[in-house]
């Protein structure tokens, strides 16, 4: 889309309406910004939505990036427990950077689109093992160019997991490209 000095873009996702600020991230590139932190109404349907689509899927974890999709997948992970059968849908978030509590861990490159510089994605040598030979279910909040998605899936190819299915709220237009991806609305880039 074209950027015409626009400030906010709107967009409805799971019938809720949202007004986003379109912040630039390069010399001729603009984005909307989707922060779910905070909306709690917003981040809880989107949540539902995306759980009630997983529900069809065989898995045995979740898998999600540090920081802004941890209230999506915890909520994701909430809708696809069955407290009542003490049954809890356990999940795991690959970290940004090394912790020192940390035993053995796995760690890849990553470049996105939010970030100027190049990041590590990094699983916990314990969670490594919990997911290893396992069959997960990727959710992020936003997939731009795939650059986070294709380094949680090398990742998971390092403890040979499963990726059985990829979920999103939003898929930016024009980046990653995945038949298989679920997305709940898109969202477009703007540019010169």
Not at 118 to 138: F, M
Not at 149 to 178: F, K, Q, S
Request: hydrophobic share 45%; glycine share 6%; net charge neutral.
């Amino acid at each position: 889309m074209r950027y015409e000095g626009q400030e906010y873009y709107e967009i409805t996702v799971v019938g809720l309406r949202r007004r986003l600020p379109i912040v630039q991230v390069t010399d001729s590139l603009w984005i909307a910004a989707f922060v779910l932190w905070g909306d709690v109404e917003l981040t809880n349907a989107c949540a539902r939505e995306i759980a009630a689509r997983l529900r069809s899927y065989t898995f045995d974890y979740l898998v999600s990036l540090e920081a802004k999709a941890l209230p999506l997948v915890h909520m994701v992970a909430t809708y696809l427990s069955d407290p009542e059968a003490g049954r809890y849908c356990p999940y795991v978030v690959c970290r940004k950077s090394t912790k020192n509590y940390m035993k053995n861990p796995i760690t890849v490159q990553v470049k996105s689109i939010t970030t100027a510089s190049l990041q590590s994605l990094v699983l916990d040598g314990a969670e490594a093992d919990r997911l290893r030979g396992r069959r997960v279910a990727v959710v992020d909040d936003v997939v731009s160019t795939g650059g986070s998605m294709r380094a949680v899936e090398e990742l998971l190819r390092h403890v040979d997991a499963e990726i059985v299915a990829r979920a999103t709220v939003l898929l930016e237009e024009g980046g990653y490209h995945n038949p298989d991806l679920i997305y709940l609305a898109t969202l477009p880039i703007f540019t010169r």
